[in-house]
């Protein structure tokens, strides 16, 4: 489970992830990564599951599996990040190990291309 301190509530941090980070995708999900130019206790991470991913049993599966797999890769990312994982459709058929697969490659991948872009 991701731990509370880690969840993003603010619609502003959401936002700014969104609109002004970078952006990794692959077929079940895309990661939105920003660096925050204030101090922060650790990384921030906020979950975006559309009524595109299935009905409401599906799209609680699905960010059940997402929440267990962003904690499980907190570690990569940097102490003053915003992430946003948003589900795509395929996520609701997709088996959790492939689930896992697709977060900790766009993670790697958007922490990656942050770490080339100035802040």
Known sequence: ML???HRMRRSVDF???VRRGTRAGRSTVVVHLNRQ???ADGPLVGL???KAVGN???RNLVKRRLRTAAARH???LPGD???VLRALPGAAEAEYGQLEHDVARALARA????AGSPR
Do not use: F, I
């Not at 922490?111 to 942050?114: G, I, L, N, Q």
């Open 37 to 39: 130019t204030e101090e």
């Open 111 to 114: 922490v990656h291309r942050a």
């Open 81 to 83: 990040a915003l992430v």
């Open 3 to 5: 731990p509370a301190a």
């Open 15 to 17: 936002e700014r992830a």
């Open 74 to 76: 907190l570690d990569v």
């Open 56 to 58: 409401a049993v599906h």
């Open 48 to 50: 975006v599951v559309s």
